[in-house]
């Protein structure tokens, strides 16, 4: 696979060519899905529930981001790969900025993080210094205990106004991708079609540029806490790599994520 660069990204943005993205956290699981064409991967911190067994993301420390990142690395040498800073690993400029170096030095493209308006000086920090960052704006897991537990943002007129706000914050302050979960289909929408950089959904409906799916949800392997807006494409599929293909597939396809995937 040809390498994916940031611009690549950019143009599929603008000829509407919806793309695959998925979690992944090892060598082996990385090579499959890069083999298998998946374009971005990311080493995300739900590393913290589906590697390590907590209860939330927020055990997740920088050395394990960057472990986990240099085995994806490995495995996925062409992949658009993105890595989250964790739990109060950037809550100040400066830290941000040192926590970003150290997990770009393990491969990472991109860093991520979540939240809004407050973020606004440390992506501009990080933007000047033309470092990649990808927002994360709706239910961001980090702040489970803020909303109550995990559950869909944006539901009323004031909460949809806020999120539509602070992804426009968020573009201006620098940010050159956005995810946005679990949020009402037609908010993402309107997101999407208003930010000139790729958003990228899970929980968020069709209308984004990008779809994006934690690797054991897509797999079927966390059975009983898969979450209402995955799929489980193994269900129907012979074997891993057919599953990987048939997601990739139907998110070009527009046949996933489906109304049943969505609010
Ligand atoms: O950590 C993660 O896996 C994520 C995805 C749910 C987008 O942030």
Redesign the pocket.
């Known amino acids: 696979m040809k390498c994916i660069t940031i611009s690549q990204l950019n143009n599929w943005k603008i000829n509407q060519y919806k793309f695959a993205a998925i ?1 992944a956290y090892d060598f082996s699981f990385a090579k499959l899905f890069s083999n298998q064409g998946i374009p971005v991967i ?1 080493v ?3 590393l913290g529930m589906t590697i390590q067994g907590n209860s939330s ?1 927020l055990s997740v420390k920088i050395k394990d981001i960057e472990y986990h990142t240099k085995a994806v690395r490995k495995g996925a040498p062409n992949t658009f790969l993105i890595s ?1 800073l964790p739990f109060m690993s950037y809550y100040e400029t400066k830290q941000a900025l040192s926590n970003t170096a150290k997990i770009m030095r393990c491969g990472a493209n991109m860093i ?1 993080i979540e939240g809004g308006r407050w973020l606004t000086e440390i992506i501009k920090e990080l933007s000047s210094r033309l470092i990649l960052v990808c927002g ?1 704006i709706g239910l961001t ?1 980090q702040s489970f205990n803020y909303f109550s537990g995990y559950k869909i943002q944006g539901k009323n007129k004031h909460d949809a106004n806020k999120l539509i706000d602070e992804a426009f914050v968020l573009e201006e302050a620098g940010i050159k991708m956005l ?1 946005l ?1 679990c949020i009402p289909k037609k908010i993402a929408k309107k997101i999407t079609e208003n930010l000139s950089i790729p958003v990228i959904g ?1 929980g968020a409906g069709k209308y984004t540029d990008g779809q ?1 799916l ?1 690797m054991q949800d897509l797999l079927g392997i966390t059975e009983e806490n898969t979450p209402t807006f995955a799929k489980n494409f193994l269900a129907e599929s012979n074997s891993i790599q057919e599953a990987v293909k048939k997601y990739i597939q139907e998110v070009q396809t527009n046949v996933f994520p489906n109304i049943k995937h969505s609010f």
Do not use: M
Request: charged share 25%.
């Open positions: 979690t990311l995300g911190d739900s993301t989250d991520k994360h897991p995810v979960e899970i994006i934690v």
